[in-house]
């Protein structure tokens, strides 16, 4: 099977900078694609941020231009949050989609998520 290892999340003043990463291990053969969602209190879980394979991104409107999503060639893939906010405050998932044979379809997984909280 495949985990989702996440780290990074804490404690930050507005203004300030966090650097998730979450680590992909287990039977993969290819990976689709890897993204960043979250959930604030009282709301539905939203896409941060998703780079496919070849490197394309996309971001949501409230995070350009402040958060940056990369990989590197161990599976893992980092989201960098600069200038943060209040209201970024959320607990956020990695996921990923990945085939785990040559001929399986495309599964999503998603990490443990980690909290994310901006205040002052």
């Known amino acids: 099977q495949v985990q989702l290892v996440e780290s990074g999340g804490g404690l930050v003043q507005p203004g300030g900078s966090l650097r998730l990463s979450c680590a992909a291990s287990g039977n993969i053969v290819r990976i689709g694609e890897m993204s960043w969602y979250r959930q604030a209190p009282g709301k539905q879980r939203e896409l941060v941020a998703r780079m496919i394979n070849g490197g394309a991104t996309t971001y949501a409107e409230s995070v350009k231009d402040r958060f940056t999503i990369s990989r590197d060639n161990t599976k893992t893939v980092y989201l960098q949050m600069n200038n943060l906010k209040p209201e970024d405050t959320a607990v956020y998932y990695c996921?990923?989609?990945?085939?785990?044979?040559?001929?399986?379809?495309?599964?999503?997984?998603w990490g443990q998520g980690t909290q994310v909280t901006v205040s002052s």
């Open positions: 996921n990923v989609r990945a085939f785990i044979t040559d001929t399986s379809p495309v599964s999503t997984y």
